[in-house]
C-alpha cells in the first residue's frame, strides 16, 4: 500500500456488508475505493466459521444478495462452504479483486477535522479516505467467558469460531460450552465422533423443526431458464417472514402457538422426562432466537451424551465444574459461547471529531440515526449498525437498505461539495441520534424480546436491547433510502488561507 494513498471510500470487511458495499460502489461509478480485510481471504463469518455442521438457518434464496442472484443453490438451507464461495464468486464477477487489501487489519481509524476526511492506520500501511464505511459485523470476534481455571486446562480448548481442523475429537471427552445456533449445529455433527460429550446448557433455547430439503435439478434449471421463477421464490421467501414480524414486535402472545409446535418437535423425540424438563425453556419462544435443527434434539438422547443443566463456573485442572457443581473430566473443551455483538472491538479503533473513540462515546450503549451513523463521526457508517438485527429473517435486506442508504449518502456529500465552496462532509445531528432512538425504544417495550423473559445477547449491559430492528425490513428499507440532511450537520473545510485559524466550521445550509 503506498504511503500517504488517498481514496473516496474505505470499506472495512469484507463479508456480506464489505462485498456488498463494493459491489454498489462500482454500480455508482465509484471506483476510488478500497475494502480493507484482516484476514487473507474474503468472507467474514462465513469463510471464519468452518465448524463441522455451520449452515444458516435462513434459505439461500433469502439470504443473498438481490443484485447477485444463484439459480444454483444447492438446498434450501447451505451450508457455509457453499456461501463461503457464493461470496467468493461474487468477489470474482464484480470485478471487485483490485479493491481488496487483504492483511490490511485496521488499527485505527483518526477523522481530521481540519481536512474532513479519515486517517487509516492499517496493518499494511496508512491511508486517508472521505469516507468510511465499517462492515466488520457483529459475529467477528469471538467471545470465550473469563472462566477461573480455564488456564490451568492442559487439554485443548478453542471457540466454534476458530475451529481446530487438526485436532482429532474421535473418542474424545468433549464439552461443548452453550446451546445458541452455533453449538446446536455442533453438537449433532460430532456427537458420533467423540467417546464422551458433555454439554453445558446454562439456559435452553427453543429449537424448531429446521424444513430442509436439497433443491432438484428441475428447480434449478427452471430458475436458470426463466429468472422470474427464482425472484418470485426469494419474494414468497421474504414476504412470509415480513408477515411474522408482527407476533415478535406487537403481539408476542401469538407466540404461544409457536410455542407448542417446538413443544411437541422435542417431547416427540426426547422421552427421558428427566432430559425434557431439563431441555424444556421457560421463557417465550423469540425471545431468544430461535433455533432451528431436526438433529439436535436425537444427538442429545444418544448414551454417550449427557446435559449439565447448568453454565460453566469454574476449571479445576482438567475438570470441568458447572455453576450447580456437577463436574466433567475432559480433554477438550469447544465454546459455542458466540460474539462480542453489543461491544463490537471495532470501536475502541475509531476516532471522531474530539478524539473520542466509538467504544468511548458507546460506553452506556450503542446509538446509530438509522442504524448507520454516529453523532461526533463524520462521513462514517456502519453496516449492521445498532438495532439492524433481525430476529427471523435475512440480514442481507438489511445490508442491502443500508447500501442504499451508503450510496445516497455520497451522492449528498457530492451535490454539497459542487454547490459549496470545498469539500463536505455530514455529521449526525445528536438530537436526530436521539429521537431516533427513543423511537425505536419505545417500539422495543412491547416487543417479545424485552417482554419474553428470558437474558440475551441482544440486550447490552444496562439490559437495552441495541440490536435488533423492531419492525419489518420493508420498512426498514423505506426510512434508508434516501438520507434526510435536516438531520445532519455539513460540515465544510475552511478555505487553505484560513487553516491555521480556523476549525472545520458548520456551513449555514
Ligand atoms: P450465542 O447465540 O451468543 O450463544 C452463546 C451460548 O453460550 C448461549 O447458549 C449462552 O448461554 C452460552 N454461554 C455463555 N457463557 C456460558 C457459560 N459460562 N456456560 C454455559 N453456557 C454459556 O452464540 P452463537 O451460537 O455462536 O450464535 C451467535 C449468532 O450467530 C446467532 O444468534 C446467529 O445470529 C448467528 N448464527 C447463525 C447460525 C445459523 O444461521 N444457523 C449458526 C450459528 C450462528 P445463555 O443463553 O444462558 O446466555
Request: charged letters at 25%; one cysteine or more; glycine letters at 8%.
Amino acid at each position: 500500500m503506498a504511503e500517504h494513498e488517498h481514496v473516496r471510500v474505505a470499506v472495512i470487511g469484507s463479508g456480506f456488508g464489505g462485498l456488498g458495499a463494493a459491489v454498489r460502489l462500482r454500480r455508482a461509478g465509484i471506483t476510488d475505493f478500497v475494502v480493507l480485510e484482516r484476514r487473507d481471504s474474503v468472507g467474514g463469518t462465513w469463510r471464519d466459521n468452518s465448524y463441522p455442521g455451520c449452515a444458516c438457518d435462513v434459505p439461500s434464496h433469502l439470504y443473498s444478495f438481490s443484485f447477485a442472484p444463484n439459480p444454483d443453490w444447492p438446498r434450501n438451507f447451505s451450508g457455509q462452504e457453499h456461501i463461503r464461495a457464493y461470496l467468493e464468486r461474487v468477489a470474482d464477477t464484480f470485478g471487485l479483486r483490485p479493491h481488496i487489501r487483504l492483511d490490511s487489519e485496521v488499527l485505527q481509524a483518526r477523522w481530521d477535522a481540519e481536512e474532513l476526511r479519515w486517517e487509516i492506520e492499517t496493518g499494511s500501511g496508512t491511508l486517508t479516505a472521505d469516507m468510511v464505511v465499517s462492515a466488520t459485523g457483529p459475529l467477528s470476534d469471538p467471545k470465550i467467558p473469563d472462566i477461573p481455571g480455564l488456564d490451568g486446562f492442559t487439554g485443548k480448548v478453542f471457540h466454534s469460531a476458530q475451529w481446530d481442523h487438526d485436532y482429532d475429537l474421535r473418542g474424545k471427552r468433549v464439552a461443548v460450552i452453550g446451546t445458541g445456533a452455533s453449538a446446536i449445529q455442533i453438537i449433532p455433527a460430532i456427537q458420533p465422533l467423540v467417546g464422551k460429550l458433555t454439554v453445558f446448557q446454562r439456559t435452553p433455547a427453543w429449537v424448531m423443526p429446521r424444513m430442509d430439503r436439497e433443491i432438484s435439478g428441475f428447480e434449478r434449471r427452471l430458475h436458470t431458464a426463466v429468472p422470474p421463477t427464482r425472484a418470485l421464490r426469494r419474494q414468497m421467501l421474504w414476504l412470509i417472514r415480513e408477515f411474522q414480524v408482527g407476533a415478535f414486535t406487537k403481539h408476542p402472545a401469538q407466540m404461544r402457538l409457536v410455542e407448542k409446535l417446538a413443544k411437541y418437535h422435542m417431547t416427540r423425540v426426547v422421552k427421558d422426562p428427566a432430559l425434557r424438563a431439563k431441555l424444556t425453556p421457560d421463557y417465550r419462544i423469540g425471545c431468544k432466537r430461535i433455533l432451528l435443527s431436526n438433529t439436535y434434539y436425537p444427538a442429545l438422547t444418544r448414551p454417550n451424551v449427557d446435559v449439565v443443566a447448568s453454565g460453566l463456573r469454574e476449571v479445576r485442572g482438567n475438570t470441568l465444574v458447572a455453576a450447580d457443581g456437577t463436574e466433567a473430566e475432559v480433554d477438550a473443551v469447544i465454546f459455542g459461547t458466540g460474539f462480542h455483538v453489543t461491544d463490537v472491538p471495532i470501536a475502541h479503533r475509531i476516532k471522531g471529531a474530539d478524539g473520542t473513540t466509538l467504544a468511548e462515546t458507546w460506553k452506556d450503549g450503542m446509538e446509530a440515526l438509522r442504524g448507520s451513523t454516529i453523532a461526533g463521526f463524520p462521513n462514517f457508517m456502519m453496516i449492521i449498525g445498532p438495532n439492524t438485527g433481525l430476529g427471523n429473517s435475512s440480514m442481507i435486506l438489511i445490508i442491502e437498505a443500508q447500501l442504499n442508504y451508503m450510496i445516497d449518502y455520497l451522492r449528498q456529500l457530492d451535490t454539497l461539495t459542487t454547490a459549496g465552496t470545498g469539500r463536505a462532509a455530514l455529521d449526525a445531528r445528536p438530537e436526530a441520534v436521539r429521537s431516533w432512538n427513543t423511537r425505536i425504544q419505545e417500539r422495543m417495550r412491547r416487543t417479545v424480546w424485552t417482554t419474553g423473559g428470558c437474558e440475551s445477547w441482544y440486550l447490552d449491559a444496562n439490559g437495552r436491547n441495541t440490536t435488533v430492528w423492531p419492525g419489518t425490513t420493508g420498512e426498514f428499507r423505506r426510512v434508508t433510502r434516501q438520507v434526510d440532511l435536516a438531520e445532519y450537520r455539513v460540515l465544510r473545510a475552511p478555505a487553505p488561507a484560513d487553516r491555521r485559524s480556523a476549525d472545520t466550521v458548520e456551513a449555514a445550509r
